[in-house]
């Protein structure tokens, strides 16, 4: 009985801590722009040869 | 008539073809100055990447910007609406940049701190097409933003808009719903799995430990995921009128409160299961038919289309003022390109004004000193001063937009009014087993009225409508038919009469069509014409000598032009003059002015060009296919030297009004209307937007979804103009599916109604019954309109 109780609060919580990343995730606006993302993976990283450091463009706004 | 046909050299940066000029530098052409200077500026930067991801990536740069034209930027009071955050270090901007259309435009934008290095960061947001850039205001400004954003071809769009109003966010609270109601339907759907195969007498404990949790998980679902359903519910009340979802709202909260009873009362495990998975579903329907689409507006205004400052010109001082704070009185300075916000006299300079904008007519207008020019127009060519008449908010642009002050009243969905009836049988029956029942056996009436409301709930309906919905916008979506939201797809099922603009719509803005009535001449005569064509900017001897333009270039002697009648000069020992009818044979023509260009050489007269908008192909076979099932009008600003030409194309019971006002296109629908017929109005310019507003659905026409467009129900691109009729049919398929799968539905509710009404219906077959009919539901629809969309040989994929 304690096992199987002990067990669900287990499975919901690990549930509700995935909800929690989806509800995150919405609303820190990675689905606004679903065109962008893929395409910028691909970008290669070009060493910075006469200015700025390369880094910042991953850097994510707010 | 005859061309040479050339070898074309695209452009390194555009892509597009060099036809004034061709720009050497290394092995690269270049189709302007513009172009090269954008490749240079990214060459010394290394950048050049942005030209190894696409071909050809960049935007013609034919027409410059003038050099202060963000001047206005530096003014504390716009800034401080444009900007988003500022610390004592960083200014954080957003930019709307309509030029963003390719990999490399990410790409680079989002490298601009290696052009710049007051850039912090830059990133692109390409749905919206808008760039978000953290700067250093120490050490930089928003002007100087803007113009390394220029400098690199991509000029930040900046209209009154950004300065009244914020943008409206995205809504996010039915995502958030819809994750909820996910999270907890799994979550019952697994603690009700023991209640389902049935637990064993010495396990009956756990039976109260399940019950519970599926009662606390459940409740979420009740006051957090449904609330959509009851504020809807509770709207439509308010109105005195019952749409769908108050009889939804109604059954979910009946379903709780069984259930409620159910579990404290000991005596069953309720319908947490079903109530939540319905509501799931539900809210999954109304995502898919709200998806809306970002990058297109359906709801602009004068203030999307206006600039936020113009220069006003104070004691022979150029000042940037606020669009708002123009007054009467005031001389502005309009440059090439820009756009006239207010009526004014022209007071100085040569005004050539494109008012394609407002009536879809692709060649400007001359206008002398003096005469008053309405808001609206764009200036093409040199500077000119206006004097101010009337403020923004009374131009002439702006009354167009406000004329219609009667808002179309709120259009009931056919959902609606069945559901309607649908609840009224509902409550009948819930009654009369209650009735039933309390004579036989008291106790189970309870039960029967409850369950008869739980079952019989229309979500099945609400299901087949929103599904439906949102598979025939996301169909029509992948053929640029982009529509406001799912009313639409109703209003355009029942229309019976399509009106058409003529200009801009049935015919292209991109080409026109030149006809020569009079004596051939030779192809020596065509390359002096061209010559001399090419000497003036006059947009109908720009088009003249593009037509004529040939290898062995002439050159002019004595060139000489009368503006607004026409030029003349002498090309390989001809004279030549071409112009107005009165310019050339010395009397005033009968025919219209506007498209005609008469030809002299050496003092005789050969003929006269005339030009024509060019029609979009396939239209006039696309209007013949229409006929046969509505009713077709043409409605046309011009005069009506097309009319002979169109009727005979078009056939007879085709109607055309020729110099139609917007006012009278306006008048012309709602006579229409008032005669009982349903209206649809295709049209493009700003001139259609009080019919588009007035029509039952009002599509705006555009040759590439970037443009702005009229405030409209839907947004076609133009080259899918010949395929109407296929989407048309589509619109009609909608309901047809709708109401299939409203029938199955009511066969579901037939057989749960007869089990609930015997007093049988157990929890495992409710259980089973509900989630399957609504799968069934959602598979039939979803099949059943994309079948029929591959039967009407539409798209089922974006094109790119």
């Known amino acids: ?62 | 008539m005859s061309t040479s046909v050339k070898s074309t050299i695209q452009c390194y940066h555009c892509g597009e073809e060099c036809v004034t000029e061709t720009i050497q530098l290394a092995d690269k052409t270049f189709c302007c100055q513009g172009c090269k200077t954008v490749y240079q500026v990214l060459n010394q930067s290394d950048l050049c990447n942005y030209y190894e991801l696409n071909k050809n990536p960049g935007t013609t740069q034919r027409i410059t910007v003038r050099k202060d034209k963000f001047s206005f930027l530096d003014d504390e009071k716009i800034q401080q609406q444009l900007v988003s955050f500022r610390n004592s270090e960083q200014t954080h901007v957003t930019f709307y940049l309509p030029q963003i259309h390719c990999s490399s435009c990410l790409w680079l934008l989002e490298n601009l701190h290696r052009l710049n290095s007051d850039v912090v960061s830059s990133r692109v947001n390409f749905t919206r097409k808008e760039v978000a850039i953290i700067f250093n205001h120490n050490r930089s400004s928003l002007r100087t933003v803007a113009e390394l954003l220029t400098s690199i071809g991509y000029e930040p769009y900046i209209s009154l808009q950004n300065l009244q109003q914020a943008k409206p966010r995205i809504q996010r609270s039915l995502i958030y719903q819809l994750g909820v109601a996910g999270f907890c339907f799994a979550n019952i759907m697994l603690m009700s799995f023991p209640e389902y195969l049935g637990l064993e007498e010495a396990e009956k404990s756990m039976q109260y430990l399940f019950r519970y949790f599926n009662l606390i998980l459940s409740l979420p679902v009740l006051l957090y995921s449904s609330l959509p359903f009851y504020q809807s519910a509770w709207g439509s009340l308010k109105h005195k009128y019952l749409n769908i979802d108050a009889p939804i709202a109604l059954a979910i909260i009946m379903t709780f409160g069984r259930s409620l009873y159910e579990v404290l009362s000991n005596t069953g495990s309720g319908y947490f299961d079903s109530m939540s998975g319905i509501v799931f579903f539900m809210l999954v329907g109304r995502v898919l038919q709200e998806k809306t689409y970002q990058q297109l507006s359906f709801e602009r205004d004068y203030t999307s289309y206006f600039p936020i400052a113009v220069t006003v010109i104070k004691d022979k001082k150029e000042i940037p003022t606020a669009l708002p704070d123009i007054k009467v009185g005031d001389t502005i300075l309009i440059h090439n390109e820009e756009l006239i916000p207010v009526d004014g006299l022209l007071t100085k300079g040569k005004a050539l004004i494109d008012y394609s904008f407002v009536t879809g007519e692709s060649l400007p207008v001359l206008k002398e000193m003096g005469e008053l020019l309405y808001a609206g127009g764009k200036q093409t060519g040199s500077n000119i001063e206006l004097l101010v008449m009337k403020e923004v908010a009374q131009s002439y642009l702006t009354r167009l937009w406000n004329n219609d002050d009667k808002q179309k009243a709120a259009k009931v969905s056919f959902v609606d009014s069945l559901s309607r009836y649908f609840t009224w049988i509902v409550f009948a029956l819930a009654a009369a087993g209650a009735l039933y029942w309390s004579f036989y056996d008291g106790g189970k009436a309870w039960n029967v009225v409850t369950t008869i409301l739980i079952v019989a709930c229309p979500c099945a309906l609400l299901l087949s409508n929103s599904f439906t919905n949102g598979n025939v916008l996301r169909i029509l979506g992948n053929n640029k038919l982009y529509l406001r939201n799912a009313q639409t797809i109703e209003e355009i099922a029942e229309v019976n009469h399509i009106v058409f603009d003529k200009t801009g719509t049935l015919t292209t803005t991109e080409a026109q069509d030149i006809f020569f009535s009079g004596e051939p001449f030779t192809d020596e005569i065509a390359g002096c014409i061209a010559a001399l064509a090419a000497q003036s900017t006059h947009p109908l001897s720009k088009l003249l000598a593009k037509e004529f333009k040939q290898d062995g270039a002439f050159t002019v002697k004595q060139f000489r032009e009368s503006t607004g009648k026409g030029i003349s000069g002498i090309v390989n020992q001809r004279i030549i003059s071409l112009g107005s009818a009165e310019f050339i044979t010395g009397y005033a023509s009968q025919k219209f002015e506007g498209s005609t260009v008469y030809v002299s050489v050496d003092g005789s007269l050969p003929g006269y060009f005339s030009i024509r908008n060019h029609y979009r192909t396939h239209i006039f076979e696309q209007i013949k296919q229409l006929r046969k099932q509505y009713r077709i009008s043409i409605l046309s600003g011009d005069n009506e030297s097309e009319r002979l030409n169109l009727q005979r194309e078009l056939g007879m019971d085709v109607k055309l009004f020729f110099n139609q006002q917007p006012h009278d296109k306006l008048c012309y629908i709602q006579q229409l209307q008032q005669g009982g017929q349903k209206v649809m109005m295709i049209g493009d310019g700003l001139n259609d937007a009080g019919a588009l507003k007035q029509a039952d659905a009002g599509i705006a026409v555009t040759e590439s979804t970037n443009n702005f467009t009229p405030a409209s129900d839907g947004i076609l691109e133009a080259n899918q103009l010949n395929r109407l009729s296929a989407y048309l049919q589509f619109t009609k398929a909608n309901k047809r599916v709708v109401l299939a799968s409203f029938v199955l539905s009511i066969l579901y509710n037939i057989i749960g109604l007869s089990f609930a009404l015997k007093g049988v219906l157990s929890p495992m077959i409710a259980a089973i019954l509900m989630p399957s009919s609504s799968l069934s539901i959602i598979l039939l629809t979803f099949g059943a309109s994309s079948l029929y969309a591959r039967l009407l040989g539409l798209r089922k994929k974006q094109q790119l």
Do not use: C, H
């Open chain 1, 1 to 62: 009985m304690s096992v199987i109780f002990l067990l669900l609060i287990a499975s919901v919580s690990v549930a509700a801590l995935f909800l929690g990343a989806f509800l995150w995730s919405v609303k820190s606006g990675q689905y606004d722009d679903e065109t962008s993302p893929p395409i910028r993976m691909l970008f290669d990283q070009k060493p910075a040869s006469s200015s700025g450091n390369s880094s910042e463009t991953n850097s994510t706004q707010q």
